[in-house]
């Protein structure tokens, strides 16, 4: 039957038999946050497991005497630098626990990223004032593998602050109008 405007009204549930049942559609932008949790997930998983599994090793000539060249086998892992196994360690929390607490895990993620690529730019440039060699040139793997986690670790932050924002944006609208909000929000 139709209504005085002519629209069929609302059917939420009925038993008589080849009455159409109305789905409630779910409000615009509620699949955002899940599936920016699921992105961020993926995202700091891969910088994870990128930089938990780089590893290069390369024999160069460290030494010439007379005509004989001196080499030395050396391998290049991200245990080797305590930034990098923080920024390893740090993805691998929030992989796991992003959906629990949130501001908490980004301020890991960033923690963990920044270490880890003052590192990265250190074994890229070296630091003449330390006498601190570069080694990329040397490892052009592993640098690039680094590289590759630094950037999927970065879109998870992203994605992780995004959620943030949109989760406390959520909670103050809720607040706002929440019957049994006592005191107004600004």
Not at 17 to 37: D, F, Q, S, Y
Not at 80 to 109: C, E, K, Q, S, Y
Not at 142 to 171: E, K, T, Y
Request: some cysteine; charged content about 10%; overall charge positive.
């Amino acid at each position: 039957m139709a209504s005085e405007g002519g629209e069929k009204p609302d059917v939420v549930g009925s038993n008589q038999v080849g009455a159409a049942a109305v789905v409630k559609k779910l409000p615009k932008g509620v699949w955002v946050v899940p599936l920016l949790r699921v992105v961020a997930f993926l995202a700091t998983l891969a910088a994870t497991i990128v930089m938990g599994i780089n590893r290069e090793t390369k024999t160069i000539v460290v030494a010439v005497i007379g005509s004989t060249p001196i080499s030395a086998t050396l391998t290049a892992k991200f245990q080797h630098t305590p930034a990098f196994v923080f920024f390893v360690i740090a993805n691998a929390i929030a992989t796991f626990h992003n959906l629990l607490m949130l501001a908490m895990i980004v301020a890991l993620v960033s923690a963990g990223a920044g270490g880890a690529v003052f590192m990265g730019e250190l074994g890229r440039k070296g630091n003449s004032h330390a006498r601190w060699n570069k080694i990329c040139d040397k490892f052009e793997s592993f640098c690039d593998h680094g590289a590759g986690a630094f950037i999927a670790c970065f879109i998870g932050l992203l994605l992780l602050m995004i959620i943030n924002v949109i989760s406390i944006l959520n909670l103050r609208n809720h607040l706002k109008y929440s019957p049994t909000n006592y005191s107004a929000l600004p």
